[in-house]
């Protein structure tokens, strides 16, 4: 087949005048944007086209203990003894006004991440402003969230988080953590700090009582500050696997309570009774969805061998028709990578992926001149040994395995030291449970992928991390019960 000349689109790019990003941003402490002790700023880029955005400052500890100790006062003298109903008109606020200025939000997440202007307008914007909503309904009912115990709040939060879903990760952490009446203070990463810093704005304008929620940009350093300051009563981590260790060792020994969200390599399985070409769809979404820059990336295919044929020239067939460019343009179904150091990172796994004998193909679909691109992969004849097969790339590459009977598969899945996700295609309910349950893996979804609710936990088992966000699960780590 040959899509490149029947397949043709007319640019649709989003318009960005009325978009405001001021030169310069400071730290948001104590209500008030300020700026940072030690005067320093790094700019933050564009990297479909490699432009300066802003400059944010660079957040060191004297920074990270003004922002903790106005959480604090804030906990004590005015979050901590607020009516709860009082608390969750504060965060519906927060979620209407996200709503209001969504257009502006979704533009900003692709100027600064890359991600398809499709992805932060139809998913990550929308579900950001769905957490504010559903957490603040939380607020006032705690007594009913926990029955027979009193919640009781833990105090002042430290929250960190990746670059992968800069606002729908903020809201993951800031609105369940308000709900329980905690206040706290978060480090967005260092290559998308924009859209946390609107949130900042946005929080100012609800008139949020000054201290509840303080941000501090920067880059690990800062984050390590934050994790070792003797103020914080919790820190919530969102990130790799290697920092969540090192993090994790920061705590031993204290009474910071902690949860853990780390990375990922999860199966998508296609069983030989599954819808094939919905199933395609499914992979697709599963690896390609915001360049695979996505903890629980459907990142290793197993299919079973009797299908693998038609599957993969399925696959391929599909993979010619994606549209890899300006994240801006409505047809994009590929953007950037987030910056280039993880474009370098997965250049460096799948040089080793050729290397180690993987067979790589990619379309020969057209890419932008500058900026950080990376093409949509796969690789076949990969063995469960292959580095590509076993760490997390972060990025747009599917690793395909065969297999031929259930219970061979479930072993593969999970052989790896992760178990965040999974995926199970067949048209066999008793497939899906016997699958499902005994995969690894804190999500496991049945002829779906990616999909996300506000109402449904998320969290790893081994070193995909510890405790759960999102629903009622996503309070507890909030909260000491009594
Ligand atoms: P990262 O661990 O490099 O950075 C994450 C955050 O931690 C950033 O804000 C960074 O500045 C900060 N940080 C770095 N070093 C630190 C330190 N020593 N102490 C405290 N903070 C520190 O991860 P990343 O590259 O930004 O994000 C990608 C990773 O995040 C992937 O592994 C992905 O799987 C994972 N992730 C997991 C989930 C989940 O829910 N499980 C969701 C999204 C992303």
Known sequence: MKFNTSWQYDPS??????????????????????????????????????????????????????????????????????????????IYRIARMIQERARELSIIESLDGGKPIRESRDIDVPLAAAH????????????????????????????????????????????????????????P???????????AEIIRDCDLPPGVVNIVTGAGTAGASLVNH???????????????????????????????????????????DAAIDQAVEGIINGIFFNQGHVCCAGSRLFVQEGVANNVIRKLKDRMETLIVGDPLDKNTDIGA????????????????????????????CAIPSKGYWFRPTLFTDVAQSSKIVQEEIFGPVLAIQTFRTVEEVIEKANNTPYGLSGGVWTDKGSKVFKV??????????????????PTSPFGGFKESGMGREGGLHGLYPYVKLA
């Open 13 to 90: 790019p989003e318009s960005i005048d009325h978009i405001v990003i001021d030169k310069e941003y400071g730290h948001f402490i104590n209500g008030k944007f300020t700026k940072p002790v030690k005067g320093k700023y790094f700019a933050t880029v564009n990297p479909a086209r490699e432009t300066v955005l802003s400059h944010v400052a660079d957040g060191t500890a004297e920074d990270v203990d003004k922002a903790v100790k106005a959480a604090r006062t804030a906990y004590d003298k005015t979050w901590s003894k607020m009516p709860a109903s009082e608390r969750g008109k504060y």
């Open 132 to 187: 504010f909503f559903y957490y603040a309904g939380w607020a006032d009912k705690l007594d009913y969230a926990f029955p027979g115990r009193k919640a009781k709040p833990l105090g002042v939060a430290g929250q960190i988080i990746p670059w992968n879903f800069p606002l729908l990760m903020a809201a993951w952490k800031i609105a369940p953590a308000l709900a329980a009446g905690n206040t706290v203070v978060l480090k």
């Open 189 to 199: 990463a260092e290559t998308t700090p924009l859209t946390a810093l609107k949130l």
């Open 230 to 272: 003797p103020g914080i009563d919790k820190v919530a981590f969102t990130g790799s696997t290697d920092v969540g260790k090192i993090i994790q060792k920061a705590l031993a020994g204290t009474n910071k309570k902690y949860t853990l969200e780390l990375g990922g390599k999860a199966a998508n399985i296609i069983f030989e």
């Open 337 to 364: 990578i987030n910056s280039k150091d993880q474009l370098n990172k997965i250049k460096a796994l799948v040089k080793i992926g050729v290397n180690e004998g993987g067979q790589m193909y990619q379309p020969n």
């Open 436 to 453: 499902s349950s005994k995969i690894k893996a804190g999500v496991v979804w049945a002829n779906t992928y990616n999909k996300f609710d």
